[in-house]
């Protein structure tokens, strides 16, 4: 593999070299992780396929790409603690690095990027990534400084300093309030730069921003400048927060957030667009909190966004169970020969004329308890969360049945509905002895006209 250009001179606009320092921080970061994934492994409600680091807190995934062998994806990473309690504070949070040979095997890495306080950093916040044309990855992140609100955000870059991309040097695009045409009035707390490419052209946009747009000026993506602001009409932009689907909104209570779309030419000679998110929610005081949702393939159709799980997730699969025509008549039927809390389950429901029927998991032997997917005349209630009756994706089917396939990893479930045409993601507490899966019909009969489940194995 040839040296990235990245190793040799700074480019033009490029900060100072800080890979020492960077490396003696990431090491005690590393040294902090360790420490507490002893103490957090045989916690049993701790995702076991899903990507999350040995220890502490993750949030937004971002900056994924695919390069010589290897998926890498970065996210928010705070190594020194799981941000619980009163001290909660995003100093210290940096960019944390993975990296997988099929988007399912996941290997943690030292950070790439972790705040320097001698250089005014309180925190490095979300960005993107991109391929330049020399082949080489770049970084674009937001550097928090110390003393917010006065002190506003900054935009910056990163390339790579080994052939592993490994450890990161930083980049000064010029992008701060009042110059390179950023307006000085900007909004202290603007963040998150998405960098895309138009007609050979390359641009950026970023979140309270206004809608600022920026172009690179040179093919090393060091040198930008501000060429005006998103209109009030139509435009396909994704900043990448709030998921997809049904998933749930923004609260950062529960559910899929802080997402990042990529397009993937190794997993399919025609491309393929995947999905990685922040799978929010979990309790504190754990040692942990946080997880990469399991990689999603966007398309749409009909006019519809369709999320489908990565076919290569089915390489975790072992023992496999199918049942057909399992018939639930007023009441609650648990599924023998069914039980864990690590499990893929595909189902196709028929609820005939009952009031409502569904799947419950992680339930106790009687059937009762835990997750439930209830589906009635009013919609689909998913642990909580709620589809409507009228929404498309329950109407879309013509012979009115419903196919779930959704993922159990513990405390953390992923579902799609219908073939992908909605998705709900929720993290919940089920009793830890409460491993069962049971169909229910409440005043009448409705069966499951098909159910394939397979027990999962860590990734």
Not at 298 to 304: D, P, Y
């Amino acid at each position: 593999m040839r040296r990235p250009a990245s190793a040799g001179p700074s480019p033009p606009g490029a900060g100072p070299r800080t890979t020492t320092p960077v490396l003696g921080f990431c090491s005690s970061a590393q040294r902090a992780v360790a420490a507490a994934a002893g103490e957090v492994a045989g916690d049993p409600t701790r995702p076991t396929f899903h990507f999350l680091p040995p220890a502490q807190w993750m949030n937004d995934t971002h900056g994924a790409f695919y390069l010589n062998g290897h998926y890498h994806v970065f996210y928010q990473f705070q190594p020194w603690h799981d941000m619980s309690g009163s001290d909660q504070t995003a100093e210290g949070i940096g960019w944390g690095h993975a990296r997988s040979p099929d988007l399912v095997r996941w290997e943690f890495l030292p950070p790439a990027l972790l705040p320097l306080a001698d250089q005014g950093e309180r925190g490095l916040a979300s960005g993107s990534a991109c391929i330049r044309v020399d082949g080489v990855p770049m970084l674009f992140y937001t550097r928090t400084p110390f003393g917010t609100p006065e002190n506003k955000r900054e935009a910056w870059g990163a390339l790579p300093a080994d052939d592993e991309l490994l450890t990161w040097r930083r980049v000064d695009l010029g992008l701060r309030a009042g110059q390179s045409g950023v307006p000085a009035d900007i909004r202290f707390n603007w963040a998150d730069m998405y960098v895309f490419a138009v007609g050979g052209r390359t641009f950026a946009t970023f979140k309270e921003a206004n809608g600022l747009v920026v172009e690179a000026r040179d093919e090393a993506l060091t040198q930008w400048q501000a060429v005006g602001f998103l209109g009030s009409g139509p435009h396909v932009l994704d900043y990448g927060y709030g998921g997809a689907g049904y998933d749930d909104p923004p609260s950062l209570s529960r559910g899929l957030y802080g997402t990042t779309v990529f397009e993937d030419a190794a997993g399919d000679p025609a491309g393929r667009t995947i999905l990685l998110g922040w799978v929010s929610g979990f309790r504190t005081g754990r040692g942990w909190r946080g997880c990469m949702s399991l990689p999603r393939v966007l398309s749409i159709r009909e006019g519809v966004l369709i999320q489908r799980p990565l076919p290569e997730l089915r390489q975790l699969r072992g023992d496999h169970v199918r049942r057909d025509d399992l018939v639930v008549a007023s009441g609650t039927r648990r599924v023998d020969g069914v039980r864990g809390d690590a499990l893929e389950i595909v189902a196709e429901l028929d609820r005939g004329s009952v009031a409502a029927c569904g799947l419950r998991l992680r339930c106790g032997s009687n059937g009762m308890g835990g997750l439930e997917i209830r589906w009635s005349d009013d919609g689909l209630l998913v642990a909580g969360t709620r589809i409507d009756t009228n929404e498309p994706v329950l109407r879309r089917r013509h012979d009115g049945r419903l196919t779930l396939h959704l993922f159990l990893d513990r405390s953390v479930m992923e579902l799609f509905i219908n073939d992908g045409a909605a998705t709900v993601t929720r993290v919940n507490y089920p009793d830890d002895e409460d491993r069962d899966v049971a169909l229910f019909a409440d005043d009448g009969e409705a069966r499951a006209v098909s159910l394939d489940v397979w027990q999962l194995a860590a990734s």
